[in-house]
T-cell receptor, first 113, second 114 residues
Framework: DQQVKQNSPSLSVQEGRISILNCDYT??????FLWYKKYPAEGPTFLIS?????DKNEDGRFTVFLNKSAKHLSLHIVPSQPGDSAVYFC????????????FGTGTKLQVIP | GAGVSQSPSNKVTEKGKDVELRCDPI?????LYWYRQSLGQGLEFLIY????????KSGLPSDRFSAERTGGSVSTLTIQRTQQEDSAVYLC????????????FGSGTQLSVL
């Protein structure tokens, strides 16, 4: 039962353009969402998060959008840079007590110089 | 230490052998997770420790897998009678607050079962 889904395993984008990574979830109890970036041979690192009380959170070149009614979130990277090439994981959890963080399968982003 | 430390970074073992993977979380972090990533797959939850509470073992794939956390700090993941399908990167993460805080990951242990 994949509660967090990233349906695009890979994405290629030209340097300077916008990268849009998508994520869907099925568990309506999820109310906190995170994006992680992972380089080869390294552990994932936290990138940006959003609470369900918001529909947008921005941090520099990275913006996460949340559509609760559609149970969908997206990560926008603009402008994309070659150093952004990595695997991006979407993750979700529920507050109000212990709930483990559930990860999606990841999207491999390649930014072409 | 500054981050989550995992050892060994690589482990090659023969089918049927037992292995132990170690995780040193960030000092003061009360929550500790184990995940694994098989080739081409996402991050699969294995087990979660939070303070003195009973661990959430719901992700352990079989009874060959076990984990403990001593003194609320270091954790060891043990896989008995390893199988080839156990080959994966095993990732440990820690956090200050259960669930909703960001996790800090180690670099992982690449386990190869021949």
């Amino acid at each position: 039962d994949q509660q967090v889904k990233q349906n695009s395993p890979s994405l290629s984008v030209q340097e300077g353009r916008i990268s849009i990574l998508n994520c869907d979830y099925t568990n309506s109890m999820f109310d906190y969402f995170l994006w992680y970036k992972k380089y080869p041979a390294e552990g994932p690192t936290f990138l940006i998060s959003i609470s369900s009380i918001k529909d947008k959170n921005e941090d520099g070149r990275f913006t996460v959008f949340l559509n609760k009614s559609a149970k969908h979130l997206s990560l926008h990277i603009v402008p994309s840079q070659p150093g952004d090439s990595a695997v991006y994981f979407c993750a979700a959890s529920a507050s109000g007590g212990y709930q483990k963080v559930t990860f999606g399968t990841g999207t491999k982003l390649q930014v072409i110089p | 230490g500054a981050g989550v430390s995992q050892s060994p970074s690589n482990k090659v073992t023969e089918k049927g052998k037992d292995v132990e993977l170690r995780c040193d979380p960030i000092s003061g972090h009360t929550a500790l997770y184990w995940y694994r990533q098989s080739l081409g797959q996402g991050l699969e939850f294995l087990i979660y420790f939070q303070g003195n509470s009973a661990p959430d073992k719901s992700g352990l794939p079989s009874d060959r897998f076990s984990a403990e956390r001593t003194g609320g700090s270091v954790s060891t993941l043990t896989i008995q009678r390893t199988q080839q399908e156990d080959s994966a990167v095993y990732l440990c993460a820690s956090s200050l607050v259960e669930g909703v805080e960001k996790l800090f990951f180690g670099s992982g242990t690449q386990l190869s079962v021949l």
